[in-house]
């Protein structure tokens, strides 16, 4: 059954826990799909691991519909959301909602995601207004890199704290149907999904959120630039991989690949002519 933003809010009346992990293409997103996560996410992280920048800053909006596309075609029950990417919403309300317009017509969004608190609000509220639904994501929000000084937790005193549960109050309020919580103390992000009515997803945000999201990849082990405390290893497929590409090219220099059972016949008198 189709996902929804509807189905999304009825598992937080219902305790149910919401799934998503990030895809980026359209065979990992099919099965990803197949597995039955509620929620998929082409998020802008298709930055660090797939086009191998260290930050997501140098994502275009061509980038997410490119992925987004792709992604789309192998998707058939989960959610569909897709990252506005770095400046595609911060400079103008105006340009929020043109841009999360083109990731629903251009590249087949469910909804969109953007980063920020009480500054995005308007975006948020008007992005909302025009029928595409908004995920919003606080805590540490790797588009804002240069002014959070580092990837590290954040919330953990009294004031950013503070600041966090206004953010998610006024993201609420504003009209978000979800809100992505990244590396903030467990305890704040059970205190935030307690007082507010829409999911909380975490990554890195603890148990008591309503949902979680990973970086497939990360979950994989298929990214080894930088492993964040939060992420678990559910395989090493990184290590499967290196394997099969390793033996593949050992059997081509040696000659055992391909053999006859790879190969496609011709007949021998035909053979014997071209000579
Ligand atoms: O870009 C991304 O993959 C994200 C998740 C880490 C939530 O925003």
Redesign the pocket.
Known sequence: MKNTVITFGQAKSKNKKLT?L?AYDYSTAKLIDEAGVNSI?????????MLGYKD?LSVTMEDMIHHGKAVARGVQNALLVI?LPFMSYQTSVYDAVVNAGRLVKEAGANAV?L?GGETVCSQIKTITEASIPVMA?LGL??QSINALGGYKAQGRDEDTAKKLIEDAKAVEEAGAFAL?L?CVPAKLAKHITEIIKIPT?G?GAGRFCDGQ???YQDMLGMYSDFIPKFVKRYTNLGEVMKEAFSMYCKEVEEGSFPNDSHEYGISDEIIERLY
């Open positions: 998503m990030t996410l082409v998020g802008d992280s298709l930055g660090n691991v997501t990252d995601k980063e994501h929000t790797p992505v990244e997803i990554i999201v990973l970086v």
